[in-house]
């Protein structure tokens, strides 16, 4: 079978596996489940801001406006207090019973609101909206942890793009629904009531069909202090620096999110000279944008958590804040027509800053589930959203601000645009990870088609060596962004100090290697180095080579890869890469221009990683030759024919 034969049929395998997963009940009572809380929150939430805002001037004497803000508070600040706890709870107990709990519990508050919503108790009907946020901090580590275990690897992101879908479309329809409903005089409450409790029953339902998951630490002893807790979270979420800037990224997405929404209502009448219809129109556009944009990230990863996603959509989100910031609509007859072509683009910004927005969010959240510790994962997840939450409010706080200085509401999708930028930077610079799988990510769409065999011999956790033939200068960064996991590569001094690829290198947190001739004190701080990261429990990578060929053979194996194992003795993961000989960034001669080459099809690149050698039984002649049996036959003859005397080259 053909390679892209092949391919074609492993990229529909991974599109009927992801749509697939709405078939297995391992999956679809959670997503069920989620979706339907999601909407019941928005519904109940909206509702009683509507009845507030609009059918009462004051309530608990305060002005309705000041209710409104003090309903969000309420709702949001069971997150900050309980999330912690909730997390240690997930920890501890089987998460689908936990789920049943909690949908259980939803079903008495909504009763309890009916009660409210009939009585017009504004009291009563703020205290359940109070439980429901104590609802939700409680279900949302358990949606997120559970998904590791009941999904396979290959499903994380996809599983995750379905399930951040139905969040975004059920505070969508929540959120619309839950106004429309109240506003209907007459049968509008009685209406709400239904829905809610209707809403909540089926939830219960669909949790009592979530298989079971099993506690990873369930000897974990319990606290009730919340202040203790959300601190003791904070330090598991930071232990690993990659998870926890990953929960960063996170909490900015969320931020934004919280603005944008705050800014929509004074956006559509201040610049769109719109109403309440617009203005919901606008929230569903960025909602199903947001929907749209993580099914799209499940679609683009093909089965994998893809990072490189990340810079895209944070470099999507600059753009296209700064357009909508620097845009004016057009009118026609003083309205906001949305056929007119500037409008278009306009409501487009939108559309696509939303997707953006899905793509930089989603594979941040299959990021913590898959690297966070399975013995702590909801407790790390927990602290995530401890800050997520901190920072809603905290956005809610600088739209607050921002309109008391007086300056235009466009202006602050131009702040918000530079702002993600500064965040972009910060994130790519303290985890290089997204920056290199995002330009693996670019190469294997569009110069390349990288094929990957044997990724199941990459361990999940624990340290390894990774040696691979090195046939060109993008080994190392295919490498990088193939496996799974974060690589420390090994690179030759010389290499270092070349004053444009030493810095990216540095900031790839590459280990330095330096021959006897140039310092032998460097050489073994190199060796130390390798030790340390070892004993760490991390992945490095070595070409054995030494250089890179510049032929289409293998240069003999050096012996530093002995020395290492027998420092630290850890397994060895033999890998190669074929038929990247005769590309632009191989040293194959240049008989035709560099401009040709990269004008000629994608390349078809293989990287086949073997099983790991135990560490007794490296030998560097016996990885030599297993290296160059991972290699496959290579079609060099149209390359050759075009670049050097045939009979100057033999073919391993």
Same mark, same amino acid.
């Given at each position: 079978?053909?390679?892209?034969?092949?391919?074609?049929?492993?990229?529909?395998?991974?599109?009927?596996?992801?749509?697939?997963?709405?078939?297995?009940?391992?999956?679809?009572?959670?997503?069920?489940?989620?979706?339907?809380?999601?909407?019941?929150?928005?519904?109940?939430?909206?509702?009683?801001?509507?009845?507030?805002?609009?059918?009462?001037?004051?309530?608990?004497?305060?002005?309705?406006?000041?209710?409104?803000?003090?309903?969000?508070?309420?709702?949001?600040?069971?997150?900050?207090?309980?999330?912690?706890?909730?997390?240690?709870?997930?920890?501890?107990?089987?998460? =689908?019973?936990?789920?049943?709990? #909690?949908?259980? +519990?939803? *079903?008495? !508050?909504?009763?309890?609101?009916? @009660? /409210?919503?009939?009585?017009?108790?504004?009291?009563?009907?703020?205290?359940?909206?109070?439980?429901?946020?104590?609802?939700?901090?409680?279900?949302?580590?358990?949606?997120?942890?559970?998904?590791?275990?009941?999904?396979?690897?290959?499903?994380?992101?996809?599983?995750?793009?379905?399930?951040?879908?139905?969040?975004?479309?059920?505070?969508?329809?929540?959120?619309?629904?839950?106004?429309?409903?109240?506003?209907?005089?007459?049968?509008?409450?009685?209406?709400?009531?239904?829905?809610?409790?209707?809403?909540?029953?089926?939830?219960?339902?669909?949790?009592?069909?979530?298989?079971?998951?099993?506690?990873?630490?369930?000897?974990?002893?319990?606290?009730?202090?919340?202040?203790?807790?959300?601190?003791?979270?904070?330090?598991? =979420?930071?232990?690993?620096?990659? #998870?926890?800037? +990953?929960? *960063?990224? !996170?909490?900015?997405?969320?931020? @934004? /999110?919280?603005?944008?929404?705050?800014?929509?209502?004074?956006?559509?009448?201040?610049?769109?000279?719109?109403?309440?219809?617009?203005?919901?129109?606008?929230?569903?556009?960025?909602?199903?944008?947001?929907?749209?944009?993580?099914?799209?990230?499940?679609?683009?990863?093909?089965?994998?958590?893809?990072?490189?996603?990340?810079?895209?959509?944070?470099?999507?989100?600059?753009?296209?804040?700064?357009?909508?910031?620097?845009?004016?609509?057009?009118?026609?007859?003083?309205?906001?027509?949305?056929?007119?072509?500037?409008?278009?683009?306009?409501?487009?910004?939108?559309?696509?800053?939303?997707?953006?927005?899905?793509?930089?969010?989603?594979?941040?959240?299959?990021?913590?589930?898959?690297?966070?510790?399975?013995?702590?994962?909801?407790?790390?997840?927990?602290?995530?959203?401890?800050?997520?939450?901190?920072?809603?409010?905290?956005?809610?706080?600088?739209?607050?601000?921002?309109?008391?200085?007086?300056?235009?509401?466009?202006?602050?999708?131009?702040?918000?645009?530079?702002?993600?930028?500064?965040?972009?930077?910060?994130?790519?610079?303290?985890?290089?990870?997204?920056?290199?799988?995002?330009?693996?990510?670019?190469?294997?769409?569009?110069?390349?088609?990288?094929?990957?065999?044997?990724?199941?011999?990459?361990?999940?956790?624990?340290?390894?060596?990774?040696?691979?033939?090195?046939?060109?200068?993008?080994?190392?960064?295919?490498?990088?962004?193939?496996?799974?996991?974060?690589?420390?590569?090994?690179?030759?001094?010389?290499?270092?100090?070349?004053?444009?690829?030493?810095?990216?290198?540095?900031?790839?947190?590459?280990?330095?290697?330096?021959?006897?001739?140039?310092?032998?004190?460097?050489?073994?701080?190199?060796?130390?180095?390798?030790?340390?990261?070892?004993?760490?429990?991390?992945?490095?990578?070595?070409?054995?080579?030494?250089?890179?060929?510049?032929?289409?053979?293998?240069?003999?194996?050096?012996?530093?890869?002995?020395?290492?194992?027998?420092?630290?003795?850890?397994?060895?993961?033999?890998?190669?890469?074929?038929?990247?000989?005769?590309?632009?960034?191989?040293?194959?001669?240049?008989?035709?221009?560099?401009?040709?080459?990269?004008?000629?099809?994608?390349?078809?690149?293989?990287?086949?990683?073997?099983?790991?050698?135990?560490?007794?039984?490296?030998?560097?002649?016996?990885?030599?030759?297993?290296?160059?049996?991972?290699?496959?036959?290579?079609?060099?003859?149209?390359?050759?024919?075009?670049?050097?005397?045939?009979?100057?080259?033999?073919?391993?």
């Amino acid at each position: 079978m053909n390679t892209k034969h092949r391919k074609k049929i492993e990229l529909s395998a991974y599109r009927k596996t992801q749509f697939a997963l709405l078939t297995k009940r391992r999956f679809l009572p959670l997503f069920i489940t989620q979706f339907l809380s999601a909407l019941n929150d928005n519904f109940f939430k909206n509702a009683i801001i509507i009845l507030i805002m609009f059918q009462h001037s004051t309530v608990l004497n305060l002005p309705s406006e000041q209710m409104v803000a003090l309903a969000g508070a309420i709702f949001m600040l069971p997150f900050l207090i309980f999330s912690a706890m909730a997390g240690q709870f997930a920890d501890k107990f089987d998460k =689908a019973h936990l789920a049943r709990i #909690i949908k259980g +519990a939803e *079903i008495i !508050i909504m009763l309890v609101a009916v @009660l /409210g919503f009939n009585a017009e108790r504004f009291d009563l009907l703020l205290m359940c909206l109070f439980a429901m946020g104590v609802h939700s901090a409680f279900f949302g580590p358990v949606k997120y942890a559970i998904l590791p275990q009941q999904l396979k690897e290959d499903e994380l992101i996809g599983g995750n793009a379905l399930v951040s879908a139905s969040t975004f479309v059920g505070i969508l329809f929540g959120f619309i629904l839950g106004g429309l409903a109240v506003s209907i005089e007459g049968t509008g409450v009685h209406l709400a009531c239904a829905f809610i409790v209707l809403a909540s029953i089926l939830g219960f339902v669909a949790a009592c069909f979530i298989p079971k998951a099993t506690a990873p630490d369930p000897h974990l002893k319990l606290s009730l202090n919340p202040i203790a807790l959300t601190w003791h979270v904070m330090k598991l =979420a930071r232990i690993n620096s990659t #998870i926890f800037n +990953a929960i *960063i990224g !996170i909490a900015w997405f969320w931020f @934004l /999110g919280g603005a944008i929404f705050s800014v929509v209502p004074p956006y559509v009448k201040q610049v769109l000279m719109g109403g309440e219809v617009l203005a919901t129109g606008f929230y569903a556009v960025f909602t199903i944008g947001i929907a749209l944009g993580a099914i799209l990230c499940g679609k683009l990863s093909s089965g994998r958590v893809e990072l490189g996603l990340v810079p895209l959509g944070a470099m999507g989100c600059t753009v296209f804040m700064l357009m909508i910031g620097f845009m004016h609509p057009e009118f026609v007859k003083g309205e906001f027509v949305i056929s007119q072509w500037h409008n278009i683009v306009l409501v487009s910004a939108f559309l696509l800053l939303s997707v953006a927005a899905g793509l930089f969010s989603v594979p941040l959240i299959a990021l913590v589930q898959q690297r966070a510790p399975k013995r702590n994962r909801s407790r790390v997840i927990a602290g995530g959203n401890v800050i997520s939450s901190f920072s809603m409010i905290l956005a809610s706080v600088c739209v607050l601000i921002y309109f008391r200085l007086g300056i235009s509401v466009t202006g602050f999708f131009i702040l918000l645009s530079i702002f993600n930028f500064f965040v972009a930077i910060y994130l790519f610079r303290w985890v290089p990870e997204f920056l290199y799988r995002f330009v693996t990510f670019v190469l294997a769409k569009f110069t390349y088609k990288i094929e990957v065999e044997g990724l199941e011999n990459i361990p999940k956790e624990g340290p390894a060596v990774l040696i691979c033939n090195h046939i060109s200068w993008l080994d190392w960064l295919i490498v990088y962004g193939c496996v799974p996991r974060p690589v420390r590569a090994l690179v030759d001094y010389y290499i270092m100090q070349h004053p444009i690829v030493g810095p990216v290198l540095r900031d790839a947190r590459v280990i330095t290697l330096a021959t006897q001739k140039v310092s032998e004190g460097e050489q073994e701080a190199a060796f130390d180095q390798v030790r340390k990261e070892l004993e760490a429990g991390e992945l490095v990578l070595i070409f054995p080579e030494g250089r890179i060929s510049s032929h289409p053979n293998m240069n003999p194996f050096k012996r530093g890869v002995e020395r290492i194992v027998q420092q630290t003795p850890v397994p060895v993961i033999p890998m190669a890469i074929s038929n990247m000989w005769g590309s632009m960034f191989s040293r194959a001669p240049l008989r035709r221009s560099w401009w040709s080459r990269m004008r000629q099809p994608r390349r078809e690149v293989d990287l086949v990683i073997g099983t790991p050698i135990p560490p007794e039984e490296v030998k560097v002649r016996k990885l030599e030759a297993i290296v160059r049996g991972l290699k496959k036959p290579e079609d060099f003859y149209a390359t050759l024919e075009k670049n050097v005397p045939l009979k100057k080259v033999r073919v391993d």
